[in-house]
């Protein structure tokens, strides 16, 4: 199945606009790009709602209107519909997918109980399998990075001395992000399983079974299982557990520019879309600030 089946289909048999055909070329790129990017060799087959959903948030951070991306998931509707008309596919990832009704798409998270939760009543074996995914969606949480940020660090980017850590961003942008004393610990204990446990192959700080760099997919998936361990919602990806990180942040009165500089935001605009979140927050103040709360 090829985006070229699909364009040939527009034109010959379903006879639309040239203009169409354009726009519909231009949204499945994108969308090529997307998870070229994020998973590597994944066919179009193997795109799933996780990744739709993960790509539309990423356009509604990179700037594009409500309207745009609406248009961009009318086309990957399309696509699909026929996809799954000709037995491309077997089932369709686009089928029950939603444009976000604002101009700023509300994001998922994870609840702090939840998490927490997670993180320590759930029970963690000493494996590697299990260190490297509890350092991961301890990362994730307690340093807000991006998937790709997190794949792409060394082991030289992390500072024990200082408990920070390098993050290259969008744009080969960097930026410095500090850690606790529990993630402090965490990567200390990962890096010494793992080097115990594998032969790495490069100097990436996480590593699969043979020591290559992790893909997005691998990452993807880790995160997508362990969150099902304390949640039911549908998104359980690794952006989910970075707006997590803003929305905590948020409710325990950080301010919106450091929340902006920690997740490597251009415009704090794009950080606002959490405030949305901030009830637990809001409740405090009022409790707090009126005199018959």
Known sequence: MTIGNFIDYLRYER?????????????????????????GGLSWEDVDSDIIGDWIEHEMETGCKARTVCGYLTAVKSFYRFAMERGFIDSDPAYRMEGPKKDKLLPCFVKEKDMNRLLDDIEWKDTIKDVRARTIILMFYEAGLRAAELIGLDDAHVDFLNNHVKVTGKRNKQRIVPFGGELHNELKYYIEVRDRELVRQCDALFVDDKGMRMKYGQVRQLVRDKLGLVTTMKRRSPHVLRHSFATAMLNNEAGLESVQKLLGHESIATTEIYTHATFEQLKRVYIKAHPRA
């Open 15 to 39: 006879n639309v606009s040239e203009l169409t055909v354009v726009k519909y070329s231009y949204s499945l790129e994108l969308l090529r790009r997307f998870v070229q990017e994020k998973c």
